[in-house]
């Protein structure tokens, strides 16, 4: 008798759910306030097709995650390691709930918030 250590058929990860981890995460992080409006899609009067979802947008291309976050920061938050913080976090997070490889994580900090905290 022979036993079959594998399991059949596959798992797919909807796109959404890239898009709430990497929302969720960055939302996490001290220093960002919310998260920003703009797109990539709007860059040079054309449009693109990728997945966007308040702030987020995600590409995915042979399993592995390509993503750009809009944020807005707190006046006090140093700017270079907050990006850096979200970067790291956002790619620890979609690699261990979702198993995925992060190509890479592109901040685009779209302004800072002077009334936060006041």
Same mark, same amino acid.
């Given at each position: =008798?022979s036993?079959?250590?594998?399991?059949?058929?596959k798992?797919?990860?909807?796109?959404d759910v890239?898009?709430?981890?990497a929302?969720l995460?960055?939302?996490g992080?001290?220093g960002?306030?919310? =998260?920003?409006?703009?797109?990539a899609?709007?860059?040079?009067?054309?449009?693109?097709?990728?997945?966007?979802?308040e702030?987020?947008?995600i590409?995915?291309?042979?399993?592995?995650?390509?993503?750009?976050?809009?944020?807005v920061?707190?006046?006090?938050?140093?700017?270079?390691?907050v990006?850096?913080?979200?970067?790291q976090?956002?790619s620890?997070a979609?690699?261990?709930?979702?198993?995925?490889?992060v190509?890479?994580?592109?901040?685009?900090?779209?302004?800072?918030?002077?009334?936060?905290?006041?």
């Open positions: =008798m036993t079959y250590s594998g399991t059949p058929g798992t797919t990860i909807a796109v890239l898009l709430t981890v929302r995460t960055t939302l992080v001290a960002v306030t919310r =998260m920003g409006h703009g797109s899609n709007r860059v040079k009067g054309f449009i693109r097709k990728h997945n966007v979802d702030g987020v947008e590409e995915v291309q042979d399993d592995i995650v390509y993503a750009d976050l809009f944020v920061l707190d006046k006090d938050a140093n700017v270079r390691q990006g850096s913080t979200i970067q976090e956002v620890r979609i690699l261990d709930i979702v198993g995925m490889q190509g890479w994580i592109n901040v685009h900090v779209e302004d800072i918030d002077y009334t936060s905290g006041d």
